[in-house]
């Protein structure tokens, strides 16, 4: 059997005439990461399993989304002798939806999340699905994602200054939690899961009845990084 090496490369998707080819290879990420990491996100395989194509190239087309993805192309292994796969795959996925407007960002009094001073002066994120194959795990991908993404929100644009970026995580995703501790976010309240699936722009994917404690308890951790432009 082979052994390779990889080589990690890291894109923002453009939404361009090849839309409908990252949207198929992103839908084999996402679904890959959704069944083998179930626990790590608010929607399910089962909802996203039976969306259409032309849903997932919606989703990537859509404004106020910008999805950023890791490849991973192989290089051969100085004892191996097999020919090297050409094409390098996506083992890594991460997303930003914004800039939202206060009304979006908004949640209720007891979920204890703070906001800026002035709502009107801050640019306001919302930072999702960081995922990363398991096999190309401990290799800080997820970390390089996360600051591909902050990169992105302080130079495309000069203003305004200030920018607030906002996650949602499940306490129990403690490895997690501590990348993101260690990007500089911090712990700011908690939301249920109805609140964080709404955050995160599937509204459309809740049930009719969310009136269980699946979706009301407030149990899961947001994190907010307040960034500044120069």
């Known amino acids: 059997m082979s ?15 090849v ?3 990252s949207a198929k290879k992103y839908k084999e990420l996402r679904l890959q990461a959704l069944s083998v990491a179930p626990s ?18 919606d989703r990537l087309s859509a404004d106020g989304r910008e999805t950023f993805i890791c490849t991973a192309r192989p290089t ?18 991460l997303t930003l939806r914004g800039p939202l407007c206060a009304e979006d960002f908004v949640l209720p009094e007891e979920s204890g999340q703070k906001y800026p001073t002035e709502m009107r002066d801050a640019e306001l994120w919302q930072m999702l699905s960081l995922f990363t194959l398991p096999d190309h795990r401990g290799k800080g991908l997820g970390k390089r994602l996360c ?14 200054r200030e920018v607030w970026v906002r996650l949602m995580v499940k306490p129990e995703n403690q490895a997690t939690i501590s990348l993101y501790r260690g990007l500089g976010f911090a712990e700011a ?7 964080a699936m ?12 969310i009136s269980g404690e699946k979706y009301t308890s407030r149990s899961g951790l947001i994190m907010t990084l307040v960034i500044r432009r120069s």
Request: charged fraction near 25%; hydrophobic fraction near 30%; glycine fraction near 4%.
């Open 40 to 57: 790590s996100f608010s929607s399910t395989y089962e909802i996203e399993s039976t969306l259409k194509d032309s849903e997932w190239v």
């Open 147 to 160: 600051q591909e993404a902050l990169s992105y929100l302080t130079s495309y644009k000069d203003s305004p």
């Open 19 to 21: 839309i409908a080819l």
């Open 198 to 209: 709404v955050a995160n722009g599937d509204k459309e994917l809740l049930p009719e009845n």
């Open 76 to 93: 051969k292994n100085s004892s191996s002798s097999s020919q090297i796969p050409e094409q390098s795959m996506w083992v890594g996925q």
């Open 3 to 17: 052994t390779y090496h990889y080589e990690y490369s890291f894109f923002r998707i453009v939404r361009d005439d």
């Open 189 to 195: 309240g908690k939301c249920t899961l109805a609140e």
